[in-house]
């Protein structure tokens, strides 16, 4: 058997393994997948990082999840891919390397299209593998061989081939509508594309004069007066009968001196402002949706670049910004202006840029997305695509209940080309897969190819298949596709998503994925998204640097509540820190442990083992079914924690202190070699059940308990098979181990030994100073106790001890009472024994001077007392709980019931001594 075994230094270092276990795992090809029939698939698509990315918390919350997930199902025998990838992240890379030759005093129009895409290329072979660097150093176990690019030459295909079909079947298509325009970018963008947020701005109530009676006015309000000179009407609800006689009139367009009926449309809101709004199609989509009802022909105000055009009049060449104040001072100048009031309204800014969008009529490309929204809701109602949690569903399905159809043009250079060429004599279309010599329709010659490029999106949806070898008819597409379960953020579910499935099912006839796993978003400690502008943001790069990954993927993944926003902070991760180095320091006494001089084999029966070593097996036993369990349930903080739980306080707390007598003084070499078998079997257990979350340590720990244990001939089953631990099996639970007696026995020792160190610590007694004791059952319990006397007084380090049923309590003792739950029911977790109430005695003469610790502990209550009246006050002050934040508020009142729990204990201990 091979091992890869290193000598356990004193100290963990994550610098010394991380690194190197990374590496052998790659070169052993450990990531790798090939279809094989024989094996089940499980198959996860990366969603692919931009090129232009670096590490991000969001990002390292999304890998550790896929991450867990690989290596579990690998673990468990499935034939695991990870997909991994990048996207050529389209209007984000162009701005970047836009700005670069900006630096260099370039613009991209003075290259041309095919020198600065070269620019562009030569940036991303540059820095767009950075992030998956990054991505390597949190240990992400994605099949690296079959990396991809959304531009690469394989998926350049399937985004041409997807195109050229929807096109002919008539769901892809060409028109002139009204989109999501950013000056700044100078492209279209989707609906989804838009971020709302709100701005105070103002309601401008304006005088729109009858033509032809001039000192008569209509007045008309908006939040837009840039846009007037686009005004081609006046509207008002049918309804309303303030202005019923007035339909079918003309009014005249101030400034700019138009002429404009005033039409009737139930769109109209009576109570919105005057109950009259100016129609202006080329600028708002209600209004270019209100035109086409009253054919209304549109006219455009303004450049792509944000500033006014020639129809502008004297404002042509402004900003659209500059116009609005331009514009307000030249009414307020001609007394047209009734009156301004503060607005707060939905604003739209690009998602790349942040610049403020306009809505804008262009020519643009469309999928229709109906028929494709009412194939993915069918899907979803028959459960094909299953979500985690469940209540995200709603919001998905919301949205294609209420899908607009998809922009998919960008006016942009880098990207995937539209593969649509323009007759330059007839101005036929034709769509093709490959170049075309001549006009599909009249054969002309001249034609030339769309400037645009598509939509970043368009081929993220194609991603399951496309980097399966789709169009060709790969082994890849065929064993994996569909993939098993896509884990993302909830910001994409409409982006990615929705597209995602909405492709699968036109184009393969299938959901591209069976479940959906969506989680939260990481914030700070004050419930804020990180970001930059904020300065709130926390580098995974440098928490690894400082606590290793498996400590950062341990503290991220415990605070990962189904889909629950995560409040986090650097001191969050010390908890992972913490246990790594516990599970290091637990490793390093059981290896010097089960070191032999003379090592030989000794064959062992169940009927060997201990009462401890019965416990902790049934408690491992427990553990295997709970982890795998929550796991299938995608609750990994669950699943994490119970492990955790019973590493440090089962086996590291309780088993290895319990059995140490046994391996510094055993009473022969056949129970210390049980004893080690036990230790080697449990603790590589839990490595196994920990590899998922930290793989880095339990790979290294793993190889130097093999090590160890094949040199010191341990028998531990079946466990020791595979030569890493990455490929090695996962748990499964035994019922030959279970034990529910020897767990609710032991709860009742560990709730006694509990009571006699809450004493010591009470009463400022030293653990090293031997005491008595006396334990008084009610019920049946006695025999319990009394049958594991010497663990208890080994434990709680008792010199004498006595066990009786209804015992009376000893004079000048102090007392702790183990109870029954309220339900009657048994509970584990707090060492409570069914039907049985347990009284723990711990006589003190002679142990503390009562006199001199009751006058400790009353200075300690005066001072507890005095403190909280100083709390209470503060709390009771209406200033302060109507000024102070909310968390300070809240820090204060918790702070007030600490204080009561610890003034209720001080009285309790004052009880006991007299």
């Given at each position: 058997m091979k091992t890869m075994q290193t000598k356990l230094s004193t100290q963990y270092n994550p610098k010394e393994i991380e690194e190197r276990w990374y590496q052998v795992w790659e070169e052993n090809g450990l990531f790798h997948s090939a279809p094989d029939l024989s094996k089940e698939p499980y198959t996860i698509v990366i969603p692919p990082p931009n090129v232009t990315g670096v590490l991000h918390m969001g990002h390292a919350l999304n890998n550790i999840i896929q991450d867990i997930l690989i290596r579990w199902r690998r673990m468990q025998g499935y034939n695991a891919l990870w997909m991994p990838g990048t996207d050529h992240a389209g209007i984000a890379t162009q701005n970047v390397v836009e700005r670069e030759l900006a630096t260099k005093r370039i613009k991209r129009e003075q290259l041309g299209r095919e020198r600065f895409l070269e620019e562009v290329w030569k940036w991303k072979n540059q820095y767009g593998s950075t992030i998956i660097s990054q991505l390597k150093k949190l240990g992400s176990s994605c099949d690296w061989a079959r990396e991809r690019f959304t531009m690469d030459e394989g998926l350049s295909a399937a985004v041409k081939e997807t195109f050229v079909r929807l096109y002919e079947r008539g769901l892809i298509y060409k028109g002139k509508y009204i989109i999501n325009w950013c000056p700044r970018c100078r492209t279209a963008l989707a609906d989804d594309e838009v971020e709302h947020e709100e701005h105070e701005g103002h309601l401008w109530h304006i005088k729109y004069p009858f033509r032809d009676a001039p000192h008569l006015f209509l007045i008309v309000a908006t939040t837009r007066p840039e846009t007037m000179p686009g005004d081609v009407a006046v509207a008002v609800n049918p309804k309303d009968e303030r202005y019923k006689d007035m339909v079918g009139e003309i009014l005249t367009l101030p400034v700019i001196g138009r002429e404009l009926p005033i039409i009737a449309d139930e769109f109209v809101d009576p109570s919105f402002g005057t109950g009259a709004v100016k129609v202006t199609p080329a600028h708002d989509p209600n209004d270019f949706e209100m035109g086409k009802r009253h054919?209304?022909?549109?006219?455009?105000?303004?450049?792509?670049?944000?500033?006014?055009?020639?129809?502008?009049?004297?404002?042509?060449?402004?900003?659209?910004?500059?116009?609005?104040?331009?514009?307000?001072?030249?009414?307020?100048?001609?007394?047209?202006?009734?009156?301004?009031?503060?607005?707060?309204?939905?604003?739209?800014?690009?998602?790349?840029?942040?610049?403020?969008?306009?809505?804008?009529?262009?020519?643009?490309?469309?999928?229709?997305?109906?028929?494709?929204?009412?194939?993915?809701?069918?899907?979803?109602?028959?459960?094909?695509?299953?979500?985690?949690?469940?209540?995200?569903?709603?919001?998905?399905?919301?949205?294609?209940?209420?899908?607009?159809?998809?922009?998919?043009?960008?006016?942009?250079?880098?990207?995937?080309?539209?593969?649509?060429?323009?007759?330059?004599?007839?101005?036929?279309?034709?769509?093709?897969?490959?170049?075309?010599?001549?006009?599909?329709?009249?054969?002309?010659?001249?034609?030339?190819?769309?400037?645009?490029?598509?939509?970043?999106?368009?081929?993220?949806?194609?991603?399951?298949?496309?980097?399966?070898?789709?169009?060709?008819?790969?082994?890849?597409?065929?064993?994996?596709?569909?993939?098993?379960?896509?884990?993302?953020?909830?910001?994409?579910?409409?982006?990615?998503?929705?597209?995602?499935?909405m492709m699968g099912l036109e184009i393969m006839r299938h959901v591209p994925f069976s479940t959906v796993y969506i989680h939260g978003t990481i914030l700070d400690e004050q419930s804020r998204k990180m970001s930059k502008s904020l300065g709130n943001g926390i580098d995974p790069l440098l928490m690894i640097n400082q606590y290793g990954a498996d400590a950062v993927r341990f503290s991220i993944i415990v605070l990962t509540t189904e889909g629950q926003d995560i409040k986090l902070s650097e001191s969050r991760f010390e908890m992972g820190r913490n246990f790594t180095n516990k599970l290091w320091n637990a490793a390093r006494f059981i290896v010097m442990n089960l070191e032999e001089e003379h090592p030989e084999e000794i064959q062992l029966e169940p009927a060997d083992y201990q009462f401890e070593d019965r416990w902790i097996l049934s408690r491992l036993n427990t553990t295997i079914k709970a982890c795998t369990l929550y796991l299938e349930q995608f609750k990994f903080n669950d699943a994490a924690m119970k492990?955790?739980?019973?590493?440090?306080?089962?086996?590291?707390?309780?088993?290895?202190?319990?059995?140490?007598?046994?391996?510094?003084?055993?009473?022969?070499?056949?129970?210390?070699?049980?004893?080690?078998?036990?230790?080697?079997?449990?603790?590589?257990?839990?490595?196994?059940?920990?590899?998922?979350?930290?793989?880095?340590?339990?790979?290294?720990?793993?190889?130097?308990?093999?090590?160890?244990?094949?040199?010191?001939?341990?028998?531990?089953?079946?466990?020791?098979?595979?030569e890493y631990l990455i490929r090695d099996v996962w748990p499964r639970q035994d019922k030959r181990f279970e034990d529910q007696v020897s767990e609710e026995n032991m709860a009742v020792l560990q709730g006694i030994i509990r009571a006699i160190r809450n004493i010591r610590s009470k009463m400022n007694i030293k653990e090293k100073q031997k005491l008595d004791a006396v334990i008084s059952v009610s019920g049946d319990g006695e025999y319990t106790v009394t049958e594991h006397s010497d663990l208890l007084k080994r434990m709680a380090n008792i010199e004498y001890l006595k066990i009786g049923k209804d015992l009376a309590k000893p004079a000048n003792s102090a007392c702790e009472v183990i109870a029954p739950t309220l339900s009657g029911e048994y509970d584990l977790s707090k060492g409570l024994f069914l039907g049985q109430q347990i009284q723990v005695f711990i006589p003190l003469a002679g142990i503390i001077d009562p006199i001199a610790e009751k006058e400790r502990q009353s200075q300690h209550l005066k001072q507890l007392e005095d403190y909280l009246r100083v709390v209470r006050r503060k709390l009771e002050n209406k200033n302060f709980a109507a000024r102070a934040p909310a968390h300070v508020v809240t820090m204060e009142q918790n702070r007030e019931k600490e204080l009561l729990e610890q003034i209720s204990k001080i009285k309790l201990i004052l009880n006991d001594l007299g």
């Open positions: 054919n209304l022909a549109p006219v455009v105000v303004m450049q792509e670049n944000g500033t006014m055009n020639e129809f502008a009049g004297d404002y042509e060449g402004m900003d659209r910004f500059e116009c609005r104040d331009a514009l307000i001072e030249e009414l307020k100048l001609k007394k047209l202006i009734e009156m301004a009031t503060p607005h707060k309204h939905s604003v739209g800014h690009c998602y790349r840029c942040h610049t403020v969008i306009e809505p804008y009529i262009s020519d643009q490309w469309f999928v229709k997305m109906r028929p494709l929204a009412d194939a993915a809701i069918k899907a979803s109602r028959k459960k094909s695509v299953t979500f985690f949690p469940d209540r995200w569903e709603k919001i998905y399905l919301s949205w294609l209940e209420n899908v607009r159809d998809w922009c998919i043009s960008r006016q942009i250079w880098w990207g995937h080309r539209i593969p649509a060429w323009y007759c330059q004599d007839c101005g036929a279309i034709t769509v093709a897969l490959d170049v075309p010599t001549k006009c599909s329709k009249c054969n002309s010659v001249a034609i030339k190819q769309d400037e645009d490029v598509l939509d970043t999106w368009f081929s993220s949806a194609l991603w399951p298949f496309s980097t399966m070898g789709w169009p060709s008819e790969t082994p890849e597409l065929q064993y994996y596709y569909p993939t098993s379960t896509l884990v993302t953020d909830r910001g994409i579910i409409y982006f990615w998503v929705a597209r995602m499935v492990v955790y739980d019973f590493t440090w306080h089962s086996f590291c707390d309780w088993y290895l202190e319990i059995v140490k007598t046994r391996l510094y003084e055993p009473v022969s070499s056949k129970d210390k070699k049980l004893a080690q078998t036990v230790l080697a079997k449990v603790f590589g257990q839990i490595l196994h059940l920990l590899h998922p979350f930290i793989p880095f340590i339990t790979e290294e720990l793993w190889q130097n308990l093999k090590g160890v244990v094949s040199k010191n001939k341990i028998t531990v089953q079946e466990d020791m098979g595979h």
